[in-house]
């Protein structure tokens, strides 16, 4: 009797397939989070999976699978959870994709892992240093470097002062045995008596401009032993990167004052990561740094107020290298830590950093990138060319400017659906707590459903008169209760009225303004566009489904959209790990033509035809088309 | 009528020539210092010039001045000013050697000046930056660096992060015209608002156990604009090097604390000597530092205590630079600190700077260098090898373990003179001040005057039995009054015992033992010997004749001893104004063959045999030895 198995994917985990249920209900069952609205009726379309290998033990595709899947994602395997049904024992193995990860897993996602060439900029060598005699008194430091000399590349000339100060104490302990730790194979930054060869940690951070996170990487091995996260401290002094500049801008210390907040937060991250891995700070000898330019800046000490002002000029814009003992960062004093370069005054290192990680350019095909955000850097191209944009998307997307916004914290509904029978409204929220607020998925699907089921049209406007349950009108305010007064955390309803759904038209006409001229600058359609790149905490929430309903992005078959998670954490991982990598880096960032949208001319009017939904232009978007035509 | 003219050198002073008066008289009257202890009686001999033009207008050589000169020196143009009379109307140039100079005057010989290709380190550049623009808004960096390198001789990518930060506000005043200081043609350290060009200093410190001199050099035109020295605040923490060595091994704070002290004096100077010449610190760009080894690793923070243990390696031998702000050399924060190589425990930067300043190593010639302190360096050699190595000579050259001895200061005997038919005291004291002392040079000459007028002989007996009238025995210790209670500012006698002979007779000893190996190593002897520099305060003070009397270094003619002064100081100097010293001096420092005279076999016999004076074997000073029969 052949063995009866379900493997999924990416995590290797090992179910029993019992002949009779469905995907998702094994994968429940073993609290594999998979996301599911409509609870398995096959509605919602959320709980998609791609069965890789035994799809021949699996029930035929059902109609709705048929409606839901383009027939190119039906040749991928694409299914539904709650339809694929086991019909047969034998091993099927079946991949849940990101964007189908329900609640905490969804945090956790670290963004795409591209492999790259282990090539850190630190190395170790063990040396034993030989005695000085009266014949031959040669210096501790000659008497080191010869025996390093005999070990490394090329003879090391330049010793950091910290690390030099060590030589004396650590040559004479440890049987004469020492382990020196040599940057960019041109200075020596750390000399430690006996074998301290395994000991060798780098930190990679990404600073956003709400959120932290840092990573601890190995650099012995090439593996990340822990990871880290916090909020900005400096968000009392301004949510968004322009309020920050401004603070800077008007208080003389303001500068100063955001910089020790945030290297302070960074310490806090490296030596809770390193407590984690029972590695102590001191062991770590390099620092990568990503974030959008502001943060950059002010993490570096460098005023960023000129970048606030057209034509928003970046003070740097290359890579920066700087000991951590000059920033105040808690590791090896003499440990490097090096800023990624940044392309634009609103596209930072952290695009720098997803486009490394997502290796947009090294890609034959036309790819695209969007990381969303208060400003959302969008990247078009491919090997050959690549151009950048911000678009001044407006804090919608993370609940801010909404009737009853919230971030994507517990009790945030971040899924809705309406049921095209009832009408009536399914959701989830996060941590599956009950719901205080909607975050901007949850708002981007409202609005997705409201356009699908016909409750609003092409502009936007709710209709009233159709006598809809959840469809009420408060001052005047049409309004879409998601959750009743008994439902909700607070005992008061939760919303999306009309403005709120204004706010998404307008948020999102934003950034698909932005593509549009960026695909105009290249000469390119939606057919050219092989992948599509969600970055970011947003990119990681939203359904990507709803998203292109609304016309966020351009119409291409979802198998093309790809969530990278925090590409821009991966990107700085990759760049610690590998010297390619970050001269690749240096390389983007002077490759990418960034295009400032204010100065472009049909700006304007792609904006405003932006605005409707999907836009003013139907057959942009052929498969909404299709779908509110159905 | 001629004009009657006599030109002092090398200040180039002109004075009337008046017919029947001796130099000595002129120079006098007009506030030039030349030494006479005999008041002109032209028998001390201390008054010597050399008459480079005019010789026909002055009165023949007399007798004496035949005995105090060889025929070489006469033949070159050598006289006593005192004898030397104007017999005729014309124009004389006559050179007032270093060592002929009295007062204050010898204490602003600031060294030998060995020009130099002037090459120094760091250079200005005034530059336009443009402005960005929204098509093409590059980054301030960028900007600077592109109209940068359209002067400079290559692309510039290094940006210090003090002037760095200091770019955004730079670049938008001052008509968009920034002046940019590069170090070693690789890092920009310094970017100013407006044309600062001319605004460029250096500063060269040679800390010494006992005393600092700085110099503030003006790198835009190569000349010192002023001079500031000060004691070194560690004294109070041990007089000479061994015990500031210990007190460091036995404090685990002591490093730091010496460190902190040193660093903060010299912060001093750099202040004084630029209110001096009307100069911000902040237009300082690069400090070069010279001392002995332990002060040298003190300095930089480097542990020094296996300095004092056999075998006394060093912790680093060769440059080192650091950034002013991570030493606390209050400067520009980027500019740099350069620290000269030492060639061994006890032959430090000091050595090597002062081989740089008499350019020993460059020489076709065979010479020596003695730097006389508690502990003394000496150098022998030429182009083709140098050896070096360090005699503890002790205190007694500087006053110490001398009963009466002192400092150099106001007031210390510095010159003696013992009338050789009367047997009377002529003294000088510091300052021409009332005398309180014996200092280390008065003890020479006094020791030298007893062993010409036989006072002594040459184990260095006193012998009392003469009825000489300065002879005198208390508690059974014979010994010379120098002056009596009437003429001393304390009231008490100053005077030089049988023990304070002995001292000088060990130090001596030490000094010409150290020489001695030398030569035997270099298989040279005295004929050998083209030229002997001594350097430092006591080479400085010294009279070079009674130092050969006493035997302290080879029987030379005296035309061949050239004081240098504070050669390290010039030394530092010319490393700050040169890139190509700067390379000199590593290779001096790599090539110098230091001999530990500890583990040399004929040490100690040497030692034993220049305890006498001049030396057990007459015949070394041939002299001397025609001096002592005369």
């Known amino acids: 009797m052949p063995k009866s198995l379900l493997i999924l994917q990416p995590e290797g985990k090992r179910l029993k397939a019992t002949v009779g249920k469905a995907i998702l209900e094994i994968a429940q069952e073993a609290g594999v989070d998979i996301q599911s609205v ?28 048929r409606t ?28 849940v994709p990101s964007e189908s990860r329900a609640g905490l897993q969804r945090l956790l996602v670290s963004g795409v892992e591209t492999s790259v060439e282990f090539e850190p900029s630190v190395r170790k060598y063990l040396v034993e240093v030989g005695r000085p005699t009266l014949m031959e008194p040669r210096s501790d430091v000659d008497r080191l470097l010869d025996s ?11 010793i950091c002062l910290d690390a030099l100060r060590r030589i004396p104490h650590a040559v004479r302990s440890g049987e004469r045995k020492v382990t020196v730790t040599v940057w960019e194979n041109k200075e020596v930054i750390s000399v430690e008596a006996g074998d301290k060869q395994t000991k060798l940690y780098g930190f990679a951070v990404d600073v956003g401009t709400t959120k932290l996170a ?16 916090s909020m900005n401290p400096q968000i009392p002094y301004g949510e968004d990167v322009i309020s920050r500049i401004s603070f800077v801008m008007k208080d003389p210390k303001g500068l100063s004052q955001l910089q020790a907040l945030i290297i302070k937060e960074i310490n806090k991250l490296i ?5 984690r891995a029972h590695v102590t700070p001191g062991q770590v000898h390099e620092v990568t740094v990503v974030g959008n330019t502001a943060m950059h800046h002010i993490f570096f000490g460098i005023y960023p107020g000129y970048v606030a002002l057209a034509p928003y000029p970046t003070v740097l814009r290359s ?3 700087v000991k951590a003992k000059d920033l105040g960062i808690d590791i090896n004093p003499c440990g490097n830590v090096h800023g990624l370069p940044v392309i634009a005054g609103f596209v930072g290192a952290d695009a720098v950093a997803d486009i490394l990680a997502t290796q947009m350019h090294a890609s034959d095909d036309v790819a695209m ?18 151009t950048a944009c911000s678009c001044a998307s407006g804090p919608a997307f993370e609940g801010a400017h909404i009737k009853n916004g919230m971030r994507a914290a517990t009790g945030a509904i971040e899924r809705v659906y309406i049921d095209p029978d009832t009408f009536k409204i399914g959701y989830e929220t996060v941590d599956n707590a009950k719901p205080s607020g909607v975050c901007g998925s949850g708002v981007v699907d409202a609005v997705a459903e409201m356009l699908k089921r016909r409750v609003i049209d092409s502009s936007g406007k709710i209709k009233t008169k159709l006598g809809l349950p959840n469809i009420s009108v408060k001052n005047g305010i049409p309004e879409l209760v998601l959750a009743g007064p008994s439902e909700t955390a607070s005992g008061h309803e939760i919303v999306v009225t009309q403005e709120d759904i204004r706010q998404i038209q307008l948020a999102k006409a934003a950034i698909f303004s932005g593509i549009s001229v960026l695909m105009r600058q290249l000469e390119i359609t939606t057919r050219d566009i092989s992948k599509i790149f969600f ?16 016309g966020m992005y351009p119409d291409v078959p979802l198998s093309r959209v790809q969530f990278v998670g925090n590409a821009a954490g991966s990107g700085a991982r990759m760049a610690l790990m590998s010297l390619k990598m970050r001269r690749k880096a240096g390389e983007i960032s002077e490759k990418v033509h960034y295009i400032e949208l204010g100065a472009d001319a049909n700006f304007q009017n792609e904006f405003l035809n932006a605005t409707f939904l999907p836009h003013k232009n139907l057959e942009l978007f052929p498969s909404v088309k299709r779908l509110l035509e159905d």
Chains 1, 2 share one sequence.
Do not use: H, W
């Not at 398995?40 to 709705?64: D, H, N, P, Y």
């Not at 027939?71 to 024992?89: H, M, N, P, Q």
């Not at 190995?218 to 822990?226: E, K, N, R, S």
């Not at 030596?271 to 407590?275: R, T």
């Open 68 to 95: 839901v899947f383009s027939d190119d994602e039906v040749k991928k395997g694409y299914r539904l959870a709650c339809r694929a049904i086991i019909v047969k024992s034998g091993t099927i193995t079946v991949e």
């Open 369 to 386: 990138m969007i990381d969303i955000g208060t400003n959302t850097e969008i990247v078009v191209g491919d090997r050959n060319k690549l």
């Open 271 to 275: 030596f809770e990561a390193c407590k």
């Open 38 to 65: 409509c609870a398995g009726k096959g509605i919602c379309g959320k709980c998609r999976v791609i069965v890789r290998t035994g799809s021949e033990f699996l029930s035929q595709a059902s109609k709705v699978e």
């Open 214 to 229: 840092g990573y601890l990487v190995d650099l012995d091995l090439g593996t990340t032993v822990a990871a880290a996260s």
């Open 148 to 158: 390093l000399s005999v070990q490394g590349e090329r003879r090391i000339e330049r």
């Open 319 to 321: 890579s920066i290298d």
């Open 535 to 550: 970055a970011g905490a947003f990119g990681t929430y939203v359904d990507p489904q709803s998203a292109r309903v609304i």
